[in-house]
């Protein structure tokens, strides 16, 4: 089982509007409704391309219950801390120039009781899995230092973690060595507190980051792809050539494209190609997390992999 966090769950509306404009009136082409936020995301495609997913984090009110059905009916288990305070809705507002206006609500405030049911459920949970997953940022209320203690968890039970978030909680939670990290380039500048040039300067600090215990930095750079450095040497991974629908939640489908190879033991370079071609297939779809394992396969060969020398 793939254990999943999804600190601050969502119900999340896309709609396609032509020529969306602010202060003017629109019906939207299509739309789509579903729960959402980055690790629900991530939980999405992993179960996609045939992987048993459970998520866990927080869900409260109305939004809480849609969450768990919709993840039910996709077939993700959930095991949430219910709280207090109503789940967040976002909205995304994709123009058929590929223009996208995102408008997301705060979220709910977490109590330091139901911070405490969440380290349970964490602990019981990672039993039965095989790695575990934290992405997206916390629920206002969670201690900045959480997903280091979590991760710190992990590492006594002897199962792998990736992180994906930003700011304060990536800085705290790269101090207990997870075995992937994976930000984007403003992110990985952000932590360490300098701007990267474009490989080279990418490389170099993620190496930095490996000499503190990581085992892979993988770093999304957009249309340009992404750079996996570990151990074994560092890569570009450049995507195929798609018809771009919208860009959200696409690092999300790399970070699960990236475990679920790693899941079934691929090599090295088949688990880069399958990270990049599943961001690549989901930015291909309308929706989040809607693309299938086989638009995955049919982009894999298109997928450009490139090593880079050391810079050691």
Not at 99 to 114: A, C, F, K, Q
Request: hydrophobic share 45%.
């Amino acid at each position: 089982m793939i254990l999943v966090l999804s600190c601050n769950a969502a119900m999340v509306r896309t709609y396609e509007v032509e020529r969306f404009r602010v202060g003017q009136f629109h019906h939207a082409s299509r739309f789509d409704v579903a729960a959402g936020a980055k690790g629900i995301n991530v939980a999405r495609v992993l179960r996609n391309l045939n992987h048993k997913v459970t998520v866990t984090g927080f869900a409260g009110g109305l939004i809480g219950q849609f969450i768990q059905t919709d993840l039910r009916r996709a077939g993700i288990k959930s095991n949430f801390v219910s709280i207090a305070e109503e789940s967040r809705l976002c909205q995304t507002f994709v123009d058929l120039d590929g223009t996208e206006t995102r408008v997301d609500e705060l979220g709910p405030l977490v109590s330091p009781r139901e911070v405490a049911r969440l380290k349970k459920m964490w602990h019981r949970l990672l039993a039965d899995a095989q790695i575990a997953i934290i992405a997206g940022n916390p629920a206002r209320g969670v201690p900045v230092d959480l997903y280091r203690e979590l991760i710190e968890a992990a590492n006594e039970a002897e199962v792998p973690t990736v992180l994906d978030v930003h700011d304060e909680p990536l800085q705290e939670g790269v101090k207990a060595a997870p075995q992937i990290i994976k930000p984007n380039l403003n992110e990985l500048e952000w932590l360490m507190s300098r701007q990267l040039r474009v490989p080279q300067g990418v490389v170099e600090a993620s190496q930095e980051l490996l000499s503190g215990g990581i085992e892979l930095v993988l770093t999304s750079l957009g249309v340009e792809g992404a750079i996996a450095v570990c151990g074994e040497g560092s890569w570009w991974i450049k995507p195929p050539q798609i018809e771009l629908v919208s860009r959200v939640g696409s690092g999300d489908a790399l970070v699960a494209g990236l475990v679920a190879a790693t899941v079934e033991e691929r090599p090295l370079a088949e688990r880069w190609r399958w990270a990049v071609a599943a961001g690549s297939a989901n930015a291909a779809c309308f929706g989040i997390g809607r693309c299938t394992r086989a638009q995955v396969e049919q982009l894999l060969e298109q997928t450009d992999l490139t090593q880079l020398p050391s810079n050691e």
